[in-house]
C-alpha cells in the first residue's frame, strides 16, 4: 500500500516570497501523485499531477512540482505567493491498479502581507 | 460542464440516527469515490464505485455503506450514528477511477449531536 506524508504542517510565508511544500511518499510499486488545494468550507481542486514523463509538472496558479524517484519526493512549488495562496494544501499517491487515493496529513500554507 | 453536485451541504443529525448523503458525478464520468475528512483523522478513503460496482473499500465498520445508480448519482449512508462520525464527507467524481485524475464536490458537513 502507498503512504504519503507532507513534512510540515503549517508554513508561514510573506507575500511575493517563494514556498516549497515537502512531500515524501512511499510505496512498492509505481506511483502516481497528485496536489490538492482546499479553501475554506470548499471540497479540494486539482494543482497539478504526476502520472509520468516529464518529471517536472507545471500546475494551475504558477505551481510546479518535481518528481524526484530516488528521493521519494514530489515537492510543491511557487515562486511568488498571493495572499489568495493562502488554504490547505494535500498531496496524494495513487497507482496505476489502485483506486484507493491516500491523502497526506495537509500543509497549511499562510501568506502574510 | 456541470461540476460535482453534493447535497445536503450540511446536516445535523442526533446520535443512532441514520443519515443519507448524495453525490452527482461530472457528466460521463462513471467512477464516484467517497471520503471522509477530519481535523484528527485527515482524509480517509470510504469506498468507490464504478459502473454500479463497490470496486474498492477502505478501512470503516459495516455502519458506513453506499451504492451507485445508473446514471451513476451515488449515495452513502451511515447507520447509527456516533459523535465521532462527525466530518466533511467528500466525493469525487472520474471518467476511469481517481488514480488518473479526481474532482472533488464541495462536501457535506455532517455533524452528529
Known amino acids: 500500500a502507498q503512504s504519503v506524508t507532507q513534512l510540515d504542517s503549517q508554513v508561514p510565508v510573506f507575500e511575493e516570497a517563494p514556498v516549497e511544500l515537502r512531500c515524501n511518499y512511499s510505496?512498492?510499486?509505481?506511483?502516481?501523485l497528485f496536489w490538492y488545494v482546499q479553501y475554506p468550507n470548499q471540497g479540494l481542486q486539482l494543482l497539478l499531477k504526476y502520472l509520468s514523463g516529464s518529471t517536472l509538472v507545471k500546475g494551475i496558479n504558477g505551481f510546479e512540482a518535481e518528481f524526484n524517484k530516488s528521493q521519494t519526493s514530489f515537492h510543491l512549488r511557487k515562486p511568488s505567493v498571493h495572499i489568495s495562496d493562502t488554504a490547505e494544501y494535500f498531496c496524494?499517491?495513487?497507482?496505476?491498479?489502485?483506486?484507493?487515493?491516500?491523502f497526506g496529513a495537509g500543509t497549511r500554507l499562510t501568506v502574510k502581507p | 460542464k456541470a461540476g460535482v453536485t453534493q447535497t445536503p451541504r450540511y446536516l445535523i443529525k442526533t446520535r443512532g440516527q441514520q443519515v443519507t448523503l448524495s453525490c452527482s458525478p461530472i457528466?460521463?464520468?462513471?467512477?464516484v469515490s467517497w471520503y471522509q475528512q477530519t481535523p484528527g483523522q485527515g482524509l480517509q478513503f470510504l469506498f468507490e464505485y464504478f459502473s454500479e460496482t463497490q470496486r474498492n473499500k477502505g478501512n470503516f465498520p459495516g455502519r458506513f455503506s453506499g451504492r451507485q445508480f445508473s446514471n451513476s448519482r451515488s449515495e452513502m449512508n451511515v447507520s447509527t450514528l456516533e459523535l465521532g462520525d462527525s466530518a466533511l464527507y467528500l466525493c469525487a467524481s472520474s471518467a476511469r477511477g481517481v488514480n488518473t485524475e479526481a474532482f472533488f464536490g464541495q462536501g457535506t458537513r455532517l455533524t452528529v449531536v
Open positions: 457528466s460521463g464520468h462513471r467512477s
Open positions: 496524494a499517491v495513487t497507482s496505476y491498479n489502485n483506486n484507493d487515493m491516500r
Open positions: 510505496s512498492s510499486v509505481s506511483v502516481y
